[in-house]
């Protein structure tokens, strides 16, 4: 369809050959099978043969391939089609380990879904924004991302962030205005809508116009969808790192090769030494490795509810010290329920029945009459029902609900009065609506009737009751009594009570605007409503303090309800720790608020832009902040934090896609087993590093000793390569597949900007490359000083190694715990890889092409056993180390 912001709706919906009321749920199942879904065109996953052929692209790739063209050209082409069997392998290493990365990464952006409002038979469902079809009409509310284009059919006070289009940083608004000029610019077509821009304000209805890669978005998708995402700071530095400690290496490498020659050596032969010694030593696998340590970290804390949006939230979020965190919905299980409902002069009612179930008896009406009772629940229900963008309906036995808990709640009071909501709207025509605004702490519906407009309002009691002169009681109007209201809503906050207010308007003049008329309004109610704490809330709240980890509630209940929350919870002492928007606003000198925010736990009553303050104050102060967040005016909070968190069932697609992490179930736990997954990934990241160089600079070590005491060089070329072909190829992955140890809750967070290599990795890794080094130098010294042949003392002395670098595997799986706490059964992988790098070792001894190639050659069972219980010198080393370390800290903690 062309130019539809130059067309009529009416003229719209007959082309489209759709009605005001949508499409029928058949006749989308036949345009989608037509049309297709509406799916914007994606770039394709790299294929295995592409990522094979890409591990080519690295410098010792190069260096390896010159040795082997050498070692060709000499003739010696055992040695070049070895050097080239090395090549071959090591890439199908990397090319499984990135294949992997990838379809995780994949499989976790699948994940996440976009849904959307669309009329179907004339009824508001939920849909995958996928199902849209030309010719459905579309509901739009703040938060939501705009699941494609769409012509504006009627619009409230609405907002679009077209950025993604237009390049414009601020809002634009929008209306259902008459046709524009064709060749409007696209950020002048104001009565359009276009798809994933998101919906910052308001509310809207549109009609589906351009679905997939029709829309404007479809158009420039195949240059968006090309563009590469950033790579973790975390592989960034190590890529760097990588690159620094090979600069040194091959400067060690060529001091050696410089003094092979000096003794005579043929320089093809240093070559082909110094190659495989740069090849060896330089952990030029171990960004990849660690790209896969994230990845499996990112399974894993899918696996707990948690999607991974941006791979550097999974290091962020071990590093987090101070989680804010929503109340509703995250530490509740937000199905808000109403159990209390105050009328005017003390008139209280008790409802029964629990969750968004109509099913509930009502108690505290015996003492009124008949027509009291209907002065009181009339207006009650009428403005619960018509103030209430929810929608609930029983569909062939089955319950159907859509929309915000509080209005859910007031639905299903009004089943509980025998009252069908949707048969009280068909008496009301709507006119104009004030939607809710966290900013606002109220919403307004302005509706026509036979007898005049009746205007509605619920929200915060702060800010509809100044509002009202009036309130309805048993006998009719009479004049507020605000005080006794305020003491009835704070005996409800005090027992952990959600207040809402309710209010009407009657008598309106016609010409005002709705914002004119809210005042002098008559106070209806109190609605008291209970949202039962998740059953693990409390729990998770204690680990985070067991780990350092501090935790503030930011909600907009009224205070004392959030400090009865706040107090079961654990998470708050007293009431002096309890900090209002109020507060926040009225304090104007700097100091004095950030003294109130340091000391608050629970912040009530707070606009966005106040949490957005909140947040800015702990990250000045040094805090490493996650924030929880669903609202779309809680992006600019989840946006200014170290990991944003939004709520993946109750989240707004705003929130998700300023997001580093999505919560599937919206519970706080779920937070903290991210946390708990963050600091495992973190964790195994240091043990791939410290084996990797580790048993690099044992190696390089090895060769130096050699230099030094001028004896014959303990390996060869071939030998070399083959050391780190059949160990750290295989092992580092498996070290990426390590569980947890249990205790990763009991330690403080650690700080972002800690090196990895801190006093510990450096001692551990300076302590264990020396026993290695000098225990295989010194064993293949004495052979060599006891006759035995060179040829024979390599293959003892490669053994040797192959047998550390399995046994180090034992020392990686923990910093500070024996190795004999850790059972090798919880990691299968890793004990799978291990057994295999050994055993594939000695098949080389006794396969004759292997034999020849390495010069190696087989050994008795006896010498195996020898060379065993030698190479658990490292391990016995490592162990008196830990045992020394832990005595230290638990004398020093006395």
């Known amino acids: 369809m062309n130019a539809p912001h130059s067309t009529d709706p009416e003229n719209l919906f007959r082309l489209l050959n759709s009605t005001p009321q949508g499409l029928t749920a058949a006749e989308a199942r036949t345009r989608i099978s037509q049309m297709g879904r509406n799916e914007l065109p994606v770039q394709a996953p790299p294929s295995l043969l592409l990522i094979f052929f890409r591990q080519y692209l690295n410098p010792l790739i190069y260096i390896l391939g010159l040795a082997a063209a050498v070692s060709l050209a000499l003739g010696d082409l055992p040695d ?54 030309p010719g459905d009409v579309v509901d739009l509310d703040s938060g ?37 000029e ?134 962020a979020l071990g590093s987090c010290s101070y989680i804010v965190t929503d109340k509703t919905g995250t530490l509740t299980v937000n199905q808000l329920t109403v159990k209390k409902i105050f009328f005017p002069h003390k008139v209280e009612i008790s409802v029964e029945g629990s969750g968004f179930n109509p099913d509930g008896a009502l108690g505290g009406f015996e003492e009124l009459s008949a027509a009291g009772k209907a002065n009181l629940v009339t207006p009650l229900l009428q403005a619960g029902v018509l103030c209430n963008e929810a929608q609930m309906r029983q569909v062939d036995g089955h319950w159907h609900r859509h929309g915000d808990a509080v209005d859910l709640s007031l639905l299903v009071l009004s089943y509980k009065f025998g009252v069908h909501p949707d048969q009280l709207r068909s008496k009301f025509r709507a006119v104009d609506s004030i939607p809710f605004e966290a900013e606002n702490q109220f919403a307004a519906n302005l509706h026509e009737t036979t007898n005049g407009q009746l205007l509605t309002v619920k929200g915060a009691i702060e800010k509809i009751l100044p509002l009202c002169d009036t309130m309805i009681t048993a006998e009719g109007e009479a004049s507020v009594t605000r005080d006794s209201i305020l003491q009835q ?93 109020s507060q926040l606003k009225e304090t104007e000198s700097a100091t004095d608020k950030a003294l109130l925010i340091d000391q608050a736990r629970v912040f009530a009553r707070v606009e966005p ?11 000045d102060r040094g805090k490493f902040v996650a924030v929880t967040g669903d609202g779309a005016n809680d992006a600019p909070a989840l946006k200014a934090a170290n990991v944003g968190v939004a709520m993946g069932q109750g989240g707004t697609d705003v929130a998700k896609e300023t997001a580093d992490l999505i919560i ?36 390089i070590l090895l060769f130096a000793l050699a230099i030094i005491f001028n004896t014959p060089l303990p390996l060869t070329a071939a030998q070399t390569l083959w050391l780190n072909l059949v160990t750290n190829g295989i092992q580092d992955v498996g070290l990426a597949f390590e569980p947890g140890e249990g205790s ?151």
């Open 489 to 581: 809503a704070d005996d409800l906050a005090d027992q952990g009570y959600r207040v809402i207010a309710l209010a009407q308007k009657t008598q309106l003049p016609s010409y005002l605007p709705l914002q004119e008329q809210l005042h002098h309004l008559t106070f209806v109610g109190l609605v008291g409503m209970i949202d039962p704490l998740r059953p693990e809330a409390a729990e998770a709240v204690r680990s985070c303090r067991e780990a350092g980890i501090e935790v503030a509630m930011v909600t907009g209940d009224h205070p004392r309800t959030a400090w009865s929350i706040a107090r079961e919870l654990g998470m708050a002492q007293s009431l002096d720790q309890v900090v209002t928007g």
């Open 744 to 894: 990763e809750l009991n330690s403080p967070p650690r700080k972002p900007n800690e090196s990895i290599f801190d006093r510990l990795m450096l001692e551990r890794i300076i302590l264990s490359a020396l026993v290695m080094g000098l225990v295989s130098y010194f064993y293949f010294f004495s052979l060599i000083n006891m006759g035995v042949g060179e040829g024979s003392a390599r293959n003892l002395t490669l053994l040797l190694m192959v047998l550390f670098e399995n046994i180090m595997i034992g020392n990686c799986r923990s910093e500070t715990r024996s190795a004999f706490l850790v059972s090798p059964f919880k990691n299968p992988m890793l004990l799978f890889g291990t057994l295999a790098a050994q055993a594939i070792h000695i098949g080389a001894l006794y396969h004759p092409t292997l034999q020849n190639l390495l010069g190696v050659e087989p050994v008795s069972l006896v010498t195996w056993i020898k060379l065993l219980a030698l190479g658990f010198s490292v391990f016995v080393v490592m162990e008196v180390y830990k045992w020394s370390r832990r005595n230290k800290i638990n004398y020093s903690s006395r």
């Open 182 to 315: 064709v060749n409007a610019p696209l950020a002048d077509r104001t009565n359009m809508a276009f798809k994933g821009t998101l919906v910052t304000k308001g509310r809207a209805r549109g009609l589906v116009v351009h679905t997939g890669k029709q829309t404007e978005l479809g158009k420039i998708a195949t240059s968006l969808s090309s563009e590469r995402g950033s790579k973790p700071p975390l592989i960034i530095r190590m890529e760097a790192f990588t690159k620094r400690i090979a600069i040194a290496l091959v400067a060690i490498t060529l001091v050696i090769a410089a003094f092979l020659l000096l003794r005579g050596q043929s320089w093809y032969e240093v070559l082909m030494v110094s190659v495989a010694l740069a090849v060896s030593a330089i952990p030029e696998g171990l960004p990849v490795a660690l790209t896969v340590a994230l990845a499996i970290a990112s399974r894993r804390m899918a696996r707990q509810n948690v999607i991974v949006r941006r791979l550097p939230a999974v290091e």
């Open 144 to 180: 939501r991302k705009v699941p494609a284009d769409l012509r504006l059919l009627s619009s409230q006070s609405l907002e679009i962030d077209e950025s993604l289009l237009t390049g414009e940083s601020m809002a634009v608004e929008k209306n259902s205005g008459p046709a524009i």
């Open 664 to 699: 599937t179930d919206d519970r706080f736990a779920s937070v903290v087993a991210g946390i708990v997954e963050g600091r495992v990934a973190y964790n195994n990241v240091r043990k791939v590093v410290y084996l990797l160089t580790a048993t690099g600079a044992a190696e």
């Open 80 to 133: 070049a089609a070895f050097i080239l069997l090395v090549v071959v392998l090591n890439s199908i290493t990397g090319t499984i380990q990135e294949y992997g990365a990838e379809q995780s990464a994949r499989a976790l952006r699948e994940m996440s879904t976009t849904t959307c409002l669309v009329l179907r038979d004339a009824i508001q469902i939920e849909v995958s924004a996928t199902e849209l079809v």
């Open 609 to 619: 832009q106040q949490k957005l303050e909140i947040v800015r104050h702990l990250l």
